[in-house]
């Protein structure tokens, strides 16, 4: 089983930058593809980006590609998301997951942290 808990949200302004973190316990984490996905109030949760257990492979939503880089460090347990030129429209809850593959669909992830919030104003 694998634990997951996100960190790094928070409110800013548009064009401003966060970087969220997925932190996660269990042995076999680094065995696993991590995914980003995010949830608006009244919309589904829609995929942000994927990494593949190495970090070799990485993907991304059309609406957030060169804006957002999805990292991990499979020595310390974590993946990143760094997002910048952030837009009101990105504000939702981020959630992480874990898969066998970095999929792009939310029924494919096993885990899932409780997710945190982020805000950007106008």
């Known amino acids: 089983q694998v634990q997951l808990v996100e960190s790094g949200g928070g409110l800013v302004q548009a064009g401003g930058s966060l970087r969220l973190s997925c932190a996660a316990s269990?042995?076999?984490?680094?065995?696993?593809?991590v995914g980003w996905f995010r949830q608006a109030p009244g919309k589904d949760r829609e995929f942000v980006a994927s990494?593949?257990?190495?970090?070799?492979?990485?993907y991304y939503a059309d609406s957030v590609k060169g804006r957002f880089t999805i990292s991990r460090d499979n020595a310390k347990n974590l993946v990143y998301l760094q997002m910048n030129s952030l837009k009101p429209e990105d504000t939702a809850v981020y959630y992480c997951?874990?898969?066998?593959?970095?999929?792009?669909?939310?029924?494919?992830?096993?885990?899932w942290g409780q997710g945190t919030q982020v805000t950007v104003s106008s």
């Open positions: 997951g874990v898969a066998r593959r970095p999929y792009g669909r939310a029924f494919e992830y096993e885990y």
């Open positions: 269990g042995r076999t984490f680094s065995s696993y593809a």
């Open positions: 990494i593949s257990w190495s970090g070799d492979s990485t």
